[in-house]
Structure formats: structure tokens, C-alpha cells
């Protein structure tokens, strides 16, 4: 399995998800469609899940993840970049792009205004998940590599300049209450 294949996967899922917004029910669709092919490519789409990872894991996403998100551990983190998986190739591409873009998004105006993180952890365990189903079997140990690439040790999390939190104020995200929550 390519990039290409893995967003077309990803697009099937959130076509047959009930609410594609929600990444849980895109994860749970995408397993049951990976689970039916072959375990070489279940393999190969663990990988390149976790290179999309490393593709998105960036300071200024990081940051606009901590703003949105009222703060963002590692973890927190790695679950807000697999939601953005989760929301489709062009979101995800464009995101990585401009992640100021984020306070667009109207699922992200939504959450905010209801004091909802942007969590897709299941998304992680697609190949995992579907890769049992298929075989009985774990991934095996070497299924993949997570290429992580530096993140600038200068980044600082304080905007002095117009930051994400600015970006979702003129958006209409009500960031004071997000806040406060």
C-alpha cells in the first residue's frame, strides 16, 4: 500500500462512517476495509500512517494543536495528527501547509466552542486492529519506522506576534471559554 492507496482508504472510510467528523467511527470503518486485503498490505499501511505522522510533526502544528486543544503533550499530539489524518487527504495536506488554516475548519470551530479536544487515537490502531482481524497475528515487530525529523529547539510556545490563539478569535472561536473549561 502507497500514499495514495492509504488516503483512498481513508476517503472509503469516512464515505461509509455514520458522522465522518468523528475520527473514531473513520478509524473503525477504516480497519474493517483494511482487515479484507492481503497482510502485506496491512503491513505496508502501517507504515505509511506513521510516515504521514512524521510528515505532520511540526512546530507550528504543534502549536496551533496546544492552542485548540487548551494544551498538547506528546501524546496529545500524536492523537491530534491522527484526527487530522482522519479528516481526509486535502485536510490533512493543507493543514500541514498552513496549520493557521485549522481555525477554518468548522469542526474545529465546533469543538472549541463546546471544549472538545481533537483526538483520533483509534486512528493509530487501523493497521494494528486490522492486521489481527486478518491474521490472528500481531504486526509483526518490525512492521515499521518512525521517522521523526527535528523540531526547531528555538520554537516558542509564547505568541508574542499574532499566533494560532489570534487566528481562532478572528474566526469566531470563542477562545476565552475554551480556556476557562
Known sequence: MNKQQFWQLIAAARDQALDPDESEAVAREATSLLASRPAEEIVAAQQVLWDLMAESYTNPLWAAAYVINGGCSDDGFDYF?????????????????????????PIVQASAAHGLDLDGEDVLSIAWNAHITATGEQLPADAFTIRYPQLDPAWDFDFDDRGPRDLLQDAGVPWDAKVLL
Not at 82 to 101: H, K, M, N, T, Y
Open 81 to 105: 495528527r491522527s484526527w487530522l489524518i482522519a479528516q481526509g487527504r486535502e485536510v490533512f495536506e493543507g493543514i500541514v501547509a498552513d496549520p493557521d488554516a485549522l481555525a477554518g475548519l
